[in-house]
């Protein structure tokens, strides 16, 4: 089936130490997208990729970075996690900009 | 700055009554409109749509109203199951999804 996969599912950290949340896609969509969640909030978009090309969200904080090696794969790195930190991350993917958004089932993050 | 609101946080219906999700946006230049549901442990999955254009979309069991006076839509599930249960997310798109905090429907059997 084709389908969106994010690993881990579940990732510890401890304050400040470096972490890598990962997404893979089958779809083969142009589009990936990382989003934070955290407790009773509403997904938050942090950046997208169009193909290789990277948007980045205003607001997101330097803290966060992506990379796109391929069209499968895209992954999200916290260079130094802080308490406020702690939230699900959501990958999502779609064909193109105004397509339908297909998610991953998400990594959930605790920063210790 | 929250340009899509779900005010209900929760919401518990009978089987086989109606459910009615609410969702309220500011921003007047949103061009199309998505509910999605989310299982837990499961990512959202799309559920459906409308475009601005239109004040109704419907498929199935549910149905998405859309006023663009009020700036309001809500989802209409009827006759709700014990399966619909799961968290509701209303998100409207410009160039971008805007996500709510989504609605936790309990459907009781």
């Known amino acids: 089936d084709a389908m969106v996969i994010q690993n881990p599912r579940y990732q510890v950290t401890q304050f400040g130490k470096p972490v890598t949340l990962s997404c893979s896609q089958t779809l083969n969509h142009n589009v990936m997208y990382w989003y934070q969640q955290k407790s009773s909030q509403a997904p938050k978009l942090l950046f997208h990729y169009y193909d290789k090309d990277f948007n980045n969200e205003a607001d997101t904080p330097d803290n966060f970075q992506s990379r796109r090696p391929n069209t499968s794969f895209c992954f999200l790195d916290i260079r130094s996690p802080g308490l406020g930190d702690a939230a699900m991350y959501l990958c999502?993917?779609?064909?193109?900009?105004?397509?339908?958004?297909?998610f991953g089932p998400g990594t959930r993050l605790t920063v210790l | 700055d929250q340009q899509v609101k779900q005010n209900s946080p929760s919401l518990s219906v009978q089987e086989g009554r109606i459910s009615i999700l609410n969702c309220d946006y500011t921003?007047?230049?949103?061009?199309?409109f998505l509910w999605y549901k989310k299982y837990p442990a499961e990512g959202p999955t799309f559920l459906i749509s409308?475009?601005?254009?239109?004040d109704k979309n419907e498929d199935g069991r549910f149905t998405v109203f859309l006023n663009k006076s009020a700036k309001h839509l809500s989802l209409h599930i009827v006759p709700s199951q014990p399966g619909d249960s799961a968290v509701y997310f209303c998100a409207a798109r410009r160039d971008k999804l805007v996500f709510g905090a989504g609605t936790i429907l309990r459907v009781k059997s």
């Open positions: 999502a993917t779609s064909r193109e900009y105004h397509n339908e958004q297909f």
């Open positions: 409308i475009s601005s254009i239109k």
């Open positions: 921003n007047s230049m949103f061009d199309y």
